[in-house]
């Protein structure tokens, strides 16, 4: 997901976004490849993809 679809799911203004997907990179829970983020942790992936609805 790109850095302005995150903002618009996530409603964080771009500064906290960028912070939080910082300290998220030096944990190894999400990478960015190209402009995209995608996540690494496959537990976090799924917690993620139900509070947004989807199924796990």
Known sequence: MNLDRLSQETAMDETSLQEALKT?????????VDG??????ELFRRWVQMSLGGKG
């Not at 990179?25 to 999400?30: K, L, N, P, T």
Request: charge should be negative.
């Open 24 to 32: 998220l990179e030096r944990h190894d829970v999400v990478r960015e």
């Open 36 to 41: 995209c983020y995608y996540i690494t942790v």
